[in-house]
């Protein structure tokens, strides 16, 4: 399992790693460690920005579209479930998106 250091503690783990790395092997592994931690995250992020999901939309039956999904003729919400003034999310779009935005602070350190 690999650890994923702050740019501080990274920082701080190269000073310390040419303090006994002799021959610099410490310093060279603790920058290839990082280098692969920011490629990791790249693909973190990448994935998890790709999983967004919309509302679903229904075309000829607004019953069944969820309240905040979008008509793409008139890109105004469609209002389902018979009420226009609704706009809850029904289709679990809102709440699943959520999840993808908690995620991604996390990676980014902002939560």
């Known amino acids: 399992m690999s650890v994923i250091l702050t740019p501080e503690q990274f920082e701080s783990d190269v000073l310390d790693a040419t303090h006994y790395a002799s021959d610099g092997e410490e310093f060279d592994r603790v920058k290839a460690h990082d280098a692969e931690q920011r490629r990791i995250i790249t693909l973190l992020v990448t994935a998890l920005?790709?999983?967004r999901c919309g509302h679903i939309y229904v075309e000829d039956d607004y019953w069944y579209s969820?309240?905040?999904a979008i008509d793409p003729d008139t890109k105004k919400p469609v209002g389902g479930h018979g009420d226009k003034d609704?706009?809850?999310c029904y289709c679990?779009?809102?709440a699943h998106n959520a999840k993808i935005d908690a995620a991604l602070a996390a990676v980014r350190g902002e939560s």
């Open 49 to 51: 920005d790709g999983a």
């Open 92 to 94: 679990g779009a809102d």
């Open 66 to 68: 969820c309240p905040k």
């Open 86 to 88: 609704d706009d809850r």
